[in-house]
């Protein structure tokens, strides 16, 4: 397969990650978290500071899953213990972010040229080159995730967070507090965008400021792109483990498209307004699609659907 | 036992919107009674009923059940004592989850709930036979999503959810008044028969005089905030509607606010 089409695809599984953890913030709980650009930077900026300083590339990339966690708590606690609106408190924490990950690195660019990695670890024990390395860690992270949150939202915890997102006053009456199931969510969410960003950040070599922009475009583009593919499958794929894992298939598909495009040489700062496109079409089709049937199915005098 | 006291709610002080919904209520339930309430637009029915269950905090007075002062418990922690359906079929249920997580996330009412399965092999089992009951062929549809039911079938859904942990006491707020009348009957005979058979103290809020009559035994009416009128026993069972418009017309100085208890 060509290197760049092999890039593509363990991109698409790393970030398939974070993928998931905006999946459980916009499908399972209804809110938008734009914590997620700083919380993935965060990740970044953390785990490669950490790997400088001699820490194990595993703990390197605890210690980012952690620092994003975190991010996501605040967030948590703006929105539900001070009532700020989900989207500002998350712009708030992302934009506080910036400055701490500045702060973090010292500089706005930390390369880890010699420094191992789990890649190069793995690619040492198995005597396997990088590129597919970087998959097969990619795959098995993922489906541990996978794994995890399938479990996790089967549990009554994990139920009275997704009956959150979807009964608010419903799931009060039933004891639930839904501050603690939104700080919960919002953690989880952000601690696996942190666990991407340490990923991508050890498989890229280095942490930049910038590595977390638009990565919410990127997720919710890559939601979008999962769950057309899921119900274009025979059969319909909308069960929950498959909802997860069209996830991070759809950000493998995301990037793949991206390696396309920019092999036909799209300028590379163009791919955000791509991704923006793709999102803004997924989210006007159906509204579109219903105005068309509302306005077709009219007729004068009612005979046509009698 | 449920006791209020001299319950305060007062909506938006010091704006122009300000709104006394409730100037000071007491009321004692006694175990087993089934209160039916009854009153105009804006008499503090709903208030009342939101205040017990601690949706916004008291501006003064307490509530006390069995005993125990739960006026500064918050919703949530409220709940383990109450039952609880309301006016919009949409609100009871989680559309987006299947009828037995419904249930599942119900049988926990108010109990912690931490790492174990949200629903169990054992609860898979015993649904069936509780939805049975409804007769609404709810039963061979255990894993279909809450969304896909009708107004009316989330509505005896909800009540299912409400009482299938005894609650202390349940909370009903004119649940059936988004229903089609045929659905309405037949929610409100399950209610009774569910009430009935467990022997739930309960509140019903409705703006039918006729099932406020016949519901229950004891009825309220209710008037800018206030108890107006409180009858039990052999003296409701005795009440026509035109008595209590009567009574009503009396306290409230001649006009009826609600329209809807005319026609219904």
Same mark, same amino acid.
């Given at each position: 397969m060509d290197i760049a089409f092999m890039g593509a695809v363990s991109q698409g599984v790393l970030w398939g990650i974070m993928v998931l953890g905006v999946f459980v913030t916009y499908k399972l709980?209804?809110?938008?978290?734009?914590?997620?650009?700083?919380?993935?930077?965060?990740?970044?900026?953390?785990?490669?500071?950490?790997?400088l300083s001699g820490c194990d590339p595993i703990v390197a990339v605890l210690a980012?899953?952690?620092?994003?966690?975190?991010?996501?708590?605040?967030?948590?606690?703006?929105?539900? #213990?001070?009532? &700020?609106?989900?989207?500002?408190?998350? &712009?708030?924490?992302? &934009?506080?972010?910036?400055? &701490?990950? #500045?702060?973090i690195m010292g500089k706005s660019n930390t390369p880890l040229l010699t420094s191992p990695t789990v890649f190069s670890r793995a690619s040492e024990l198995t005597g396997l080159p990088q590129s597919s390395i970087a998959i097969i860690v990619g795959v098995v992270v993922a489906i541990i995730v996978v794994v995890v949150m399938y479990w996790f939202f089967g549990t009554e915890i994990g139920s009275a967070l997704r009956a959150t997102g979807s009964n608010e006053h419903m799931i009060r009456a039933l004891g639930v507090s839904t501050a603690k199931t939104k700080v919960i969510a919002l953690t989880l969410s952000n601690a696996l965008v942190g666990l991407s960003g340490g990923l991508i950040c050890q498989s890229q070599k280095y942490a930049d400021i910038g590595m977390g922009t638009g990565a919410i475009v990127i997720g919710l583009a890559a939601i979008v792109i999962g769950e057309v593919l899921g119900r274009l499958t025979p059969g319909k794929l909308t069960g929950f483990k498959s909802r997860l894992i069209s996830a991070v298939v759809g950000s493998v598909v995301y990037f793949l498209i991206r390696a396309i495009v920019l092999q036909m040489g799209m300028d590379a700062n163009d791919m955000k307004l791509l991704s923006a496109i793709i999102v803004a079409i997924a989210l006007c089709v159906p509204v579109v699609w219903e105005k068309y049937q509302q306005r077709s199915s009219y007729?004068?005098?009612?005979?046509?659907?009698a | 036992m449920l006791k209020l006291t001299c319950v305060k709610k007062t909506f938006n002080k010091g704006t122009v919107t300000e709104k006394c919904a409730l100037t000071g209520v007491d009321l004692t339930l006694e175990d087993g009674d089934f209160v039916t309430i009854i009153g105009g637009n804006g008499a503090g029915k709903s208030t009342l009923l939101n205040m017990i269950a601690g949706v916004y905090p008291l501006d003064s007075g307490t509530v006390?059940?069995? /005993?125990?002062?739960? *006026?500064?418990?918050?919703?949530?922690?409220?709940?383990?004592?109450?039952?609880?359906?309301?006016q919009d079929p949409m609100r009871g249920t989680a559309a987006d989850?299947?009828?037995?997580?419904?249930?599942?996330?119900?049988?926990?009412? !108010?109990?912690?709930?931490?790492?174990?399965? !949200?629903?169990t092999k054992q609860e898979r089992?015993?649904?069936?036979?509780?939805?049975?009951?409804?007769?609404? /062929?709810?039963?061979?549809?255990? *894993?279909?999503?809450?969304?896909?039911? *009708? /107004?009316?079938?989330?509505?005896?859904? =909800?009540?299912?959810?409400a009482t299938l942990t005894n609650p202390k006491l349940l909370l009903l707020d004119e649940h059936t008044?988004?229903?089609?009348?045929?659905?309405?009957?037949?929610?409100?005979?399950?209610?009774?028969?569910?009430?009935?058979?467990?022997?739930? =103290? +309960?509140?019903?809020? +409705?703006?039918?005089?006729?099932?406020?009559?016949?519901? !229950?035994?004891?009825?309220i009416m209710m008037h800018e905030g206030n108890i107006i009128y409180d009858v039990r026993g052999e003296e409701k069972k005795a009440l026509t509607v035109p008595d209590l418009l009567q009574k009503f017309e009396e306290v409230s100085g001649g006009e009826l606010a609600n329209d809807r208890m005319l026609l219904s």
């Open positions: 709980l209804d809110i938008a978290d734009l914590t997620v650009d700083g919380s993935f930077a965060l990740g970044g900026c953390v785990c490669a500071v950490a790997i980012a899953t952690a620092a994003g966690a975190l991010a996501g708590a605040v967030t948590g606690l703006l929105h539900t #213990l001070f009532e &700020i609106p989900a989207i500002l408190a998350g &712009i708030l924490t992302q &934009i506080s972010l910036w400055s &701490i990950n #500045l702060r007729s004068k005098g009612g005979e046509a659907n | 006390e059940l069995d /005993g125990h002062d739960i *006026s500064r418990l918050s919703e949530p922690k409220r709940a383990m004592y109450l039952g609880r359906v309301f989850m299947q009828i037995e997580e419904n249930l599942a996330l119900a049988r926990r009412r !108010g109990q912690h709930r931490g790492l174990a399965w !949200g629903i089992e015993e649904y069936p036979a509780l939805l049975a009951k409804l007769g609404l /062929g709810l039963e061979t549809r255990m *894993s279909a999503k809450v969304g896909l039911l *009708s /107004g009316g079938q989330r509505q005896a859904l =909800t009540l299912l959810m008044a988004a229903l089609d009348p045929k659905t309405a009957a037949k929610v409100l005979e399950l209610t009774e028969q569910i009430v009935a058979e467990r022997n739930l =103290t +309960t509140l019903m809020v +409705t703006h039918n005089m006729n099932d406020a009559i016949r519901l !229950g035994n004891r009825l």
